[in-house]
């Protein structure tokens, strides 16, 4: 019914940028919520920023003023720029949505992405 596949992952050195892309299947996908989460070996996953249907934005504080999450509805897809990367930023990276409710935690989230991994060098 709904899938989300990832981009735009791979090898940057610090303090380099990636822009990663979610490109989405369904019917109303101007109506979900979207986010975006990472996990490291060892670590829990955890959520990086999301998007409202609306258009808000929330981010961890960890990245916020580095990283910008956006949508293009028309184009049912959602992105993450990521700017000033640093070797912390190393994980894997999963979309994420939900059909009506703001993408806040792990148990708001309806479906996920395969996930795109991102290795950031020192």
């Known amino acids: 019914q709904v899938q989300l596949v990832e981009s735009g992952g791979g090898l940057v050195q610090a303090g380099g940028s990636l822009r990663l892309s979610c490109a989405a299947s369904g019917r109303t996908f101007s109506s979900y919520g979207m986010g975006w989460f990472r996990q490291a070996p060892g670590k829990e996953r955890e959520l990086v920023a999301a998007?409202?249907?609306?258009?808000?934005?929330n981010y961890a504080d960890s990245v916020k003023g580095r990283f910008t999450i956006s949508r293009v509805n028309i184009k049912k897809s959602v992105y993450l720029q990521m700017n000033s990367l640093k070797p912390e930023d190393t994980a894997v990276y999963y979309c994420?949505?939900?059909?009506?409710?703001?993408?806040?935690?792990?148990?708001?989230?309806?479906?996920w992405g395969q996930g795109t991994q991102v290795t950031v060098s020192s």
């Open positions: 998007i409202s249907s609306g258009g808000r934005t």
């Open positions: 994420a949505a939900n059909s009506m409710v703001v993408v806040t935690t792990i148990e708001s989230v309806e479906h």
